[in-house]
């Protein structure tokens, strides 16, 4: 079956980067729009950056200039690029794709979250 698998998370200080991975397995025929949520302790679940299949990017307002989604559609990789970090991006980071399987309808599915960290 497919699954997507977030690395790359962890703590770090305000001002400091960090780079998460997400990389999808199982059978599948294709990924196509890909995306990087996250979900603050008591908050909604919210799209922090979106990237098509052709490398067409879209951000929140928050994390504009400060991160950059990037993707391998080769390795079946999307990145997140994570500078300024402040407390604020304390979140579990959820990766999320639309993945068309073999012999199967396109459909969305969910890593299982990576937590960032950040102190002041």
């Known amino acids: 079956q497919v699954q997507l698998v977030e690395s790359g998370g962890g703590s770090v200080q305000a001002g400091g980067s960090l780079r998460l991975s997400c990389a999808a397995s199982?059978?599948?025929?294709?990924?196509?729009?890909e995306r990087w949520y996250r979900q603050a302790p008591g908050k909604q679940r919210e799209l922090v950056a979106g990237?098509?299949?052709?490398?067409?990017?879209n951000y929140a307002d928050s994390v504009k200039g400060r991160f950059t989604i990037s993707r391998d559609n080769a390795k079946k990789l999307v990145f997140l690029q994570m500078n300024s970090l402040n407390p604020e991006d304390t979140a579990v980071y959820y990766c999320?794709?639309?993945?068309?399987?073999?012999?199967?309808?396109?459909?969305?599915?969910w890593g299982q979250g990576t937590q960032v960290t950040v102190s002041s």
């Open positions: 999320n794709a639309d993945i068309m399987t073999l012999g199967g309808p396109r459909r969305g599915y």
């Open positions: 199982g059978w599948m025929f294709s990924i196509d729009d």
């Open positions: 990237i098509t299949r052709d490398g067409t990017t």
